[in-house]
């Protein structure tokens, strides 16, 4: 089992910053991929960004490119989304989660571990 827990959402301004963290524990996720996951009111949860944790690739969706950074501390077992140039539309719940399996996926049905979800809403 691996557990997951994030912190550091909040209400910002458009254009502003703000870094989510999320800190694993239990099962070490050392041979796994981490990934955020939004989701906004009446609409399906999303891939953002994910991480291999072996190898460092990272992998972003389109709409958060050039936006938003991955990153991850092993000592910690944390991952970091580093959200910069916020927009209304960014405004979500946003979960960490963990895939066991071997391949990357931005499908979150692969997805076997979740976090409680942090929020982030982003005023116009």
């Known amino acids: 089992q691996v557990q997951l827990v994030e912190s550091g959402g909040g209400l910002v301004q458009a254009g502003d910053s703000l870094r989510l963290s999320c800190v694993a524990s239990?099962?070490?996720?050392?041979?796994?991929?981490m990934g955020w996951f939004r989701q906004a009111p009446g609409k399906e949860r999303e891939f953002v960004s994910g991480i291999v944790w072996s190898s460092g690739s990272r992998y972003y969706a389109d709409s958060v490119k050039d936006r938003f950074i991955i990153s991850r501390v092993s000592t910690t077992n944390t991952v970091y989304l580093q959200m910069n140039s916020l927009k209304p539309e960014d405004t979500a719940v946003y979960y960490c989660?963990?895939?066991?399996?071997?391949?990357?996926?931005?499908?979150?049905?692969?997805?076997?571990?979740w976090g409680q979800g942090t929020q982030v809403t982003v005023s116009s």
């Open positions: 989660a963990v895939d066991a399996g071997y391949y990357f996926s931005r499908r979150s049905q692969t997805y076997d571990y």
């Open positions: 239990g099962r070490s996720v050392s041979r796994y991929a």
